[in-house]
Nanobody, 121 residues
Framework: QVQLVESGGGLVQPGGSLRLSCAAS????????MAWYRQAPGKQRDLVAR???????NYADSVKGRFTISGDNAKNMAYLEMNSLKPEDTAVYYC??????WGVGVSSDYWGQGTQVTVSS
């Protein structure tokens, strides 16, 4: 089986920073990409940032210049460095991965349980 576990959420003041981590574990053959999504109360889950195994990244317009996604292929880890946080960044942040399990020929989508990020004074 495969498990994604997020960590690093919490309460931060506007203008502050947080770093989220996502650890993928289990019978993983390869990871095509890892991503961060977020979902605020009453809203849909939206893509925040994605990084491919080759290091290509893309970001939601709302976080460009403030958030940075990075990854460690050897450790099956992804990180989201969040700076200049705003109250509108408040949401549950979910880790997502598209990966191939050992013995399975196609990739599948996996999700973590989410970590709360609250930006408030």
């Amino acid at each position: 089986q495969v498990q994604l576990v997020e960590s690093g959420g919490g309460l931060v003041q506007p203008g502050g920073s947080l770093r989220l981590s996502c650890a993928a574990s289990g019978s993983i053959f390869s990871i095509n990409y890892m991503a961060w999504y977020r979902q605020a109360p009453g809203k849909q889950r939206d893509l925040v940032a994605r990084i491919t195994s080759g290091g290509s990244t893309n970001y939601a317009d709302s976080v460009k210049g403030r958030f940075t996604i990075s990854g460690d292929n050897a450790k099956n880890m992804a990180y989201l460095e969040m700076n200049s946080l705003k109250p509108e960044d408040t949401a549950v942040y979910y880790c997502n991965a598209d990966l191939i399990r050992w013995g399975v020929g196609v990739s599948s989508d996996y999700w973590g349980q989410g970590t709360q990020v609250t930006v408030s004074s």
